[in-house]
């Protein structure tokens, strides 16, 4: 991708995470709804801490890709390392495991992670972009990234297993 696509895919998916983060919260204000979010409220849930996560590392992409365009390339290496090692250490992992483990118990036993009662409360695309949707927005940062740009054979395995 040139410079200024991957400067707007970030601003695009950072604001779709934005979007996400500010619309669940306000889904259901019903007491009967919001019996689900009980002892803990969202942050318990690791699938809404990961769009969290998400939103602040496009965010911080896309600041890099703005910075890289208006001041240069030498000027800005503390948010480049900063974006790789929050991709590499938390983004990604964390990414992974939430829709490994999702869709792996949800295929198990669905009541395990995902009763049938959120169904009225979440609409479907919502879930599909808690769970799986970040995905594919994650193998396209990882192609786009800086480590795939060196010759090193464990950024195309990591690529691979996604």
């Known amino acids: 991708m040139t410079k ?3 400067c707007v895919y970030h601003f695009l998916v950072w604001n779709w995470y934005l979007f996400l983060n500010y619309y669940i919260p306000h889904i259901g204000k019903d007491d ?4 689900e979010f009980h002892d ?7 699938t809404l801490l990961n769009l969290l996560l998400q939103a602040v ?18 000027d800005i290496k503390f948010i480049t390392s900063v974006r790789d090692l929050l991709f590499t ?3 990604f992992p964390i990414s992974a495991f939430v829709f490994l483990v999702f869709w792996t118990l949800f ?4 009541n395990l992670i995902y009763p049938k009662g959120l169904d009225d409360f979440f609409p479907a695309w919502v879930n599909h972009a ?19 740009k060196m010759r090193d054979n ?8 996604c």
């Open 40 to 46: 803990g409220g969202r942050s318990k849930y690791l």
């Open 4 to 6: 200024t696509t991957t």
């Open 57 to 74: 590392f496009f965010g911080v992409a896309c600041l890099d890709d703005v910075l890289k365009r208006i001041i240069g390339r030498k």
């Open 107 to 110: 295929h198990y036993d669905r």
């Open 130 to 148: 808690m769970t799986s949707k970040f995905t594919q927005r994650l193998s396209l940062a990882l192609q786009s990234s800086h480590c795939l």
């Open 89 to 91: 250490t938390l983004v």
């Open 154 to 161: 464990r950024c195309r395995r990591v690529l691979l297993a």
């Open 32 to 35: 009967e709804k919001l019996k």
